[in-house]
Nanobody, 123 residues
Framework: QVQLVESGGGLAQPGGSLRLSCVAS?????????MGWYRQAPGKQRELVAV???????NYDDSVKGRFTISTDNAKNSVSLQMNSLKPEDTAVYYC????????????????WGQGTQVTVSS
């Protein structure tokens, strides 16, 4: 089993910045194929924000392109999301995600989720 431990989030003013971080806490992990961030606003479905592959390929939702930057530290099995130029519509609970986890000799294709961290953008 993998536990995704998130940090960051909180309250920001419109136009401000926040940074989210997530670490996969299992010392047996050899590598993770894809990590990313999703968000869910009240009354809405969970949606993709950004994902990054181990090889560095990135995919962003159109609503955050040019404002958010996803990055990963493969050695630490971690992923971060730098959020700039925040808007009130970015308010949501943000979830870390990891898919395709390799242990020594074993591949786990389950999707794992963090507990979620609240991001609120308001003046």
């Amino acid at each position: 089993q993998v536990q995704l431990v998130e940090s960051g989030g909180g309250l920001a003013q419109p136009g401000g910045s926040l940074r989210l971080s997530c670490v996969a806490s299992n010392e047996r992990i050899v590598r993770i194929n894809v990590m990313g961030w999703y968000r869910q606003a009240p009354g809405k479905q969970r949606e993709l924000v950004a994902v990054i592959s181990r090889g560095g390929s990135k995919n962003y939702d159109d609503s955050v392109k040019g404002r958010f930057t996803i990055s990963t530290d493969n050695a630490k099995n971690s992923v971060s999301l730098q959020m700039n130029s925040l808007k009130p519509e970015d308010t949501a609970v943000y979830y870390c995600n990891a898919v395709g986890i390799w242990y020594e000799g074993v591949f786990d294709n389950n999707a794992y989720w963090g507990q979620g961290t609240q991001v609120t953008v308001s003046s």
